[in-house]
C-alpha cells in the first residue's frame, strides 16, 4: 500500500511570490491534515480537510489556504510568501476510526529566499 | 485553546541509560497519542491511549496516560542509538484536531 506523497520535495521562492504544494493520501483516507513544521517550534496545526469541505484552521493567516479535491488529494497554497514561512511542511491522511492515527507524508521542504 | 506542552526539550543520554519524556495538556483529552521523527524523516505513529490511568508497553517503551487524562509519559528502558529522534505527543479534546506538543529531541551517545 502506498503511503502518503508530496510534491515538490523542495520549494525556493522569493519574498512576495506563491507557493502551491500538494499531497496525496493513502487510498481510502477521507481526511488530510497540513502541518508546518519550522525549526524548534514543534508541529503547528495549518488546515484540516474532510470529503472536500475545511473542518478547520490553525492559527495562521488567511493567506495559508487550500483545498480538497473529490479524489481526496489536496493543495496548500500560501500566497505572498514571507521569510519565516521557510519550513517543512508535513501533510498527514487519517482514516476515521477508533484509532485516530494520522499518517505523514515526508514533507515539503519549503525555502524563502 | 488548548495547548500541550512537552518537557524536556532536549535529552542527551548515554546509550544504555533510561529516557522519559512527559507531556501535560491544558485540557481533559479524550485520547493521546506519541509519534517518534527520525532526523530528516517524518512522524511515524506509535500509540494511542484513550483511557484513564491505562499503560501500554512496546517491548523498552512503556506509555502512560494519567489519571485525569491531562498527561501522559514515555519511557525508554535501556535506550539504544535507534532510539535517536523527536518524540512527539499529541492530544485530541473532542472533536477538535490533534495538539501537536514541541517534541523531545533524544540524543545517544554510544
Known amino acids: 500500500e502506498a503511503g502518503v506523497t508530496q510534491s515538490p520535495t523542495h520549494l525556493i521562492k522569493t519574498r512576495g511570490q506563491q507557493a502551491t504544494l500538494r499531497c496525496s493520501p493513502i487510498?481510502?483516507?477521507?481526511?488530510v491534515y497540513w502541518y508546518q513544521q519550522a525549526l524548534g517550534l514543534g508541529l503547528q496545526f495549518l488546515l484540516w480537510?474532510?470529503?472536500?469541505?475545511?473542518?478547520n484552521r490553525g492559527n495562521f493567516p488567511p493567506r495559508f489556504s487550500g483545498r480538497q479535491f473529490p479524489n481526496y488529494s489536496s493543495e496548500l497554497n500560501v500566497n505572498a510568501l514571507e521569510l519565516e514561512d521557510s519550513a517543512l511542511y508535513l501533510c498527514?491522511?487519517?482514516?476515521?476510526?477508533?484509532?485516530?492515527?494520522?499518517?505523514f507524508g515526508p514533507g515539503t521542504r519549503l525555502t524563502v529566499l | 485553546g488548548q495547548q500541550v506542552m512537552q518537557i524536556p526539550q532536549y535529552q542527551h543520554v548515554q546509550e544504555g541509560e533510561d529516557f522519559t519524556t512527559y507531556c501535560n495538556s491544558s485540557?481533559?483529552?479524550?485520547?493521546i497519542q506519541w509519534y517518534k521523527q527520525r532526523p530528516g524523516g517524518h512522524p511515524v505513529f506509535l500509540i494511542q491511549l484513550v483511557k484513564s490511568g491505562e499503560v501500554k508497553k512496546q517491548k523498552r517503551l512503556t506509555f502512560q496516560f494519567g489519571e485525569a487524562k491531562k498527561n501522559s509519559s514515555l519511557h525508554i528502558t535501556a535506550t539504544q542509538t535507534t532510539d535517536v529522534g523527536t518524540y512527539f505527543c499529541?492530544?485530541?479534546?473532542?472533536?477538535?484536531?490533534?495538539?501537536f506538543g514541541k517534541g523531545t529531541k533524544l540524543s545517544v551517545i554510544p
Open positions: 480537510y474532510d470529503e472536500g469541505e475545511e473542518r
Open positions: 487510498s481510502g483516507h477521507t481526511s
Open positions: 498527514a491522511s487519517r482514516l476515521p476510526g477508533l484509532i485516530d492515527e494520522q499518517f
Open positions: 485540557t481533559t483529552l479524550s485520547n
Open positions: 499529541a492530544g485530541r479534546a473532542g472533536s477538535y484536531q490533534l495538539t
